[in-house]
Nanobody
Framework: QVQLVESGGGSVQVGGSLRLSCAASEYTLRNKCIAWFRQAPGKEREGVATIESEGQTRYADAGKGRFTISKDNAKNTVYLQMNALKPEDTATYYC????????????????????WGQGTQVTVSS
C-alpha cells in the first residue's frame, strides 16, 4: 500500500509560518496529482491546494494568497508553505494523491483521492 507521510506541523503564533512536507515511499510523486487538505475539529475536510505532475498549481479558497504548494522531484517531496497564519488555519493537514488533479479537485472534499497520509497538526494561537 502506498504510504504518504506528512511532516512539518506544529504550534505557531498568529502571523507565523510553517512549511509542511509530503513524502512518498512507494511511488514517485512526480507522476501524480498531489493535494493538500485540512480538517478542523467539528468541520468538514476542505481542500487547500493541488499540484499536477507537470507542476501546475491550483488553490482552494483556504489556500489562496498565503499558501504556496511546490514540489522537489529530486527529493520526491511536495511542500505547502504557509505564511501569515491565522487561528482559523488550525487543523490537521493531510496530503493525498491521485492520477490527475482535474479542474475541480476539491469538490468532493478529497473523497475521490486514493492515497492519504496520516496528517500533521497545525495549531495557530493568538
Amino acid at each position: 500500500q502506498v504510504q504518504l507521510v506528512e511532516s512539518g506541523g506544529g504550534s505557531v503564533q498568529v502571523g507565523g509560518s510553517l512549511r509542511l512536507s509530503c513524502a512518498a515511499s512507494e511511488y514517485t510523486l512526480r507522476n501524480k496529482c498531489i493535494a493538500w487538505f485540512r480538517q478542523a475539529p467539528g468541520k468538514e475536510r476542505e481542500g487547500v491546494a493541488t499540484i499536477e505532475s507537470e507542476g501546475q498549481t491550483r488553490y482552494a479558497d483556504a489556500g489562496k494568497g498565503r499558501f504556496t504548494i511546490s514540489k522537489d522531484n529530486a527529493k520526491n517531496t511536495v511542500y505547502l508553505q504557509m505564511n501569515a497564519l491565522k487561528p482559523e488555519d488550525t487543523a490537521t493537514y493531510y496530503c493525498a494523491a491521485r492520477t490527475w488533479c482535474g479542474r475541480t479537485p476539491f469538490t468532493l472534499g478529497g473523497g475521490d483521492f486514493n492515497d492519504w497520509g496520516q496528517g500533521t497538526q497545525v495549531t495557530v494561537s493568538s
